[in-house]
């Protein structure tokens, strides 16, 4: 695991002093920075990173499809959204929205975007509003959650995306259960495998929006195989929708999950890295006030 969860408030200063001490030791000893310290450093901080995993599985018909997107779209442009996100210690957060369908069937279809005000949350809504959509095929949860993990960059051990944060947090919707993440047999075990690795590698809470109740129990389903993570104050969750109620389930969706990130970041002791970029910072500061 990434973290340990313990109020960090009283370290806080610790960290940075400490951080800043063994930034200050590598210069003098003409050490080079590890590279996800300089990685970080050049990445733009933020809140939280949520990443919203879309189902277009061919379930999802053509004018489901439209009222869908139309939902995420005005989610993204409400005052209560935006008051959230403001609400953050920075004020802002990077967002990026994933197709998804069959098991090889996963694309960025909006990649990571900053949104710390009301132009940059209608221009994402303006992003959304313009995709296309990618895929009608099989459903394979456990696939979207495996390549979404990756996205987050090296938070989660892989290539930058642009951002660095604290907090992941994975959003995925679905109208129905696994039938296609490899290997054949227990589906739902596989959903179940992808969901722990996917927290194994960084990523610290995975809800769901449930659309609609396919098979009679859906969110039950995505209880128990589906949504994970979360901290002592904050447990992962569901959200019910239809396709006619989404935006506002998922305005109140986002609320709870921006909410969430807070107290997960609160409970959380920074990561070595993070350490020394807290070091770095502080020491770039002091650099400047010298000038």
Do not use: C
């Not at 227990?186 to 996917?198: Q, Y």
């Not at 809800?207 to 109740?213: D, H, P, R, S, Y």
């Amino acid at each position: 695991m990434k973290h340990r969860k313990i109020n960090k408030s009283n370290y806080a200063k610790f960290f940075a002093v400490a951080g800043t001490g063994l930034v200050m030791s590598a210069f003098s000893a003409n050490a080079q920075i590890p590279e996800t310290v300089r990685t970080e450093a050049s990445a733009i901080a933020v809140d939280t990173e949520l990443l919203l995993l879309v189902d277009v599985s061919q379930s999802i018909d053509s004018s489901e499809y439209s009222l869908m997107m139309n939902g995420y779209r005005d989610a993204f442009t409400s005052g209560s959204f935006l008051d959230e996100v403001q609400a953050g210690e920075i004020g802002s957060i990077a967002v990026a929205l994933m197709f998804w369908s069959g098991a090889s069937s996963q694309e960025l279809a909006v990649g990571w975007t900053e949104i710390n005000d009301q132009t940059s949350a209608n221009g994402f809504a303006s992003l959304i509003d313009n995709t296309v959509r990618s895929f009608s095929g099989k459903t394979a949860i456990g696939s979207a959650i495996d390549a979404g993990t990756i996205s987050f960059g090296t938070e989660t051990g892989n290539a930058q995306n642009g951002f660095y944060s604290q907090v992941q947090i994975i959003d995925i919707s679905g109208d129905g259960e696994d039938n296609d993440t490899p290997p054949e047999g227990d589906r739902a075990l596989n959903v179940r495998t992808a969901r722990d690795a996917s927290l194994a590698d960084g990523v610290d809470m995975i809800n769901a929006l449930v659309i609609g109740n396919d098979g009679g129990n859906l969110e039950q389903y995505f209880i128990d195989n589906v949504i994970a993570g979360g901290s002592d104050s904050s447990d992962p969750f569901t959200q019910a929708a239809s396709f006619e109620t989404l935006a506002s389930s998922l305005e109140a969706k986002l609320a709870r999950e921006l909410t969430a990130a807070t107290e997960i970041d609160d409970e959380m002791v920074p990561e070595p890295s993070s350490t020394l970029l807290l070091g770095l910072t502080g020491l770039l500061g002091m650099l400047r006030r010298k000038r």
